[in-house]
């Protein structure tokens, strides 16, 4: 039967409620884990998509220095591929977007990352502002 005393509760399953709640048990804690829904890894899900997969949320590492995410994935052995930023892009209807406009954008908006505002405000709103 499980315990009934924890040291940390730790509320919400997805990469950041995961990692706390390894980092804990490792470090010889009881840990209880709570997840709301019938599956772990939040904002992250890869579901089947027909013979392979596809990913609905988070799949990218933006970047490999000072990244726990990336340290962790070389830990695991995890294959990590770089990719360039050059897309392809596609409207609904499946006619091709003016691909080279899009991926300036996206050149201009991970630049604007780089350089945070001095007061916190969103992110779609501060990419827009810049
Ligand atoms: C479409 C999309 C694409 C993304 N792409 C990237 C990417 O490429 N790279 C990247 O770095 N980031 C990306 N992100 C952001 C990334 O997914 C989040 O930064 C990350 O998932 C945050 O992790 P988290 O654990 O803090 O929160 P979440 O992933 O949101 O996990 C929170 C968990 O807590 C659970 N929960 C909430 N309330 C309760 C409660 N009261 N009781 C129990 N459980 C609860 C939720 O069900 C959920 O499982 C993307 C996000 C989206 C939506």
Same mark, same amino acid.
Do not use: C
């Given at each position: 039967?499980a315990?009934?005393?924890?040291?940390?509760?730790?509320? +919400?399953? /997805?990469p950041?409620?995961?990692m706390?709640?390894?980092?804990?048990?490792?470090?010889?804690?009881?840990?209880?884990?709570?997840?709301a =829904? @019938?599956?772990? +890894?939040?904002r992250?899900?890869?579901?089947?998509?027909? @013979? +392979?997969?596809?990913?609905? +949320?988070? *799949?990218?590492? !933006? /970047?490999? *220095? !000072? #990244?726990?995410?990336?340290?962790?994935?070389? =830990?695991?052995?995890?294959?990590?591929?770089? =990719?360039?930023? @050059?897309?392809?892009?596609?409207?609904? @209807?499946?006619?091709?977007?003016? #691909?080279?406009?899009?991926?300036?954008?996206?050149?201009?908006?991970?630049?604007?990352?780089?350089?945070?505002?001095? *007061?916190?405000e969103?992110?779609?709103q501060?990419?827009?502002?810049?």
């Amino acid at each position: 039967m499980a315990p009934l005393n924890y040291d940390t509760i730790v509320v +919400g399953m /997805g990469p950041s409620g995961t990692m706390a709640a390894t980092t804990l048990a490792k470090a010889g804690k009881r840990v209880l884990a709570l997840e709301a =829904q @019938d599956r772990i +890894g939040g904002r992250v899900r890869t579901v089947p998509f027909g @013979d +392979g997969i596809v990913e609905l +949320g988070a *799949e990218w590492i !933006h /970047g490999t *220095e !000072h #990244s726990r995410v990336y340290e962790l994935a070389i =830990q695991n052995n995890v294959t990590v591929l770089s =990719q360039p930023l @050059d897309y392809k892009m596609y409207r609904s @209807d499946g006619s091709e977007a003016d #691909s080279a406009l899009v991926n300036d954008l996206l050149t201009f908006s991970l630049g604007v990352v780089d350089e945070p505002p001095p *007061e916190p405000e969103p992110l779609g709103q501060y990419i827009t502002r810049r």
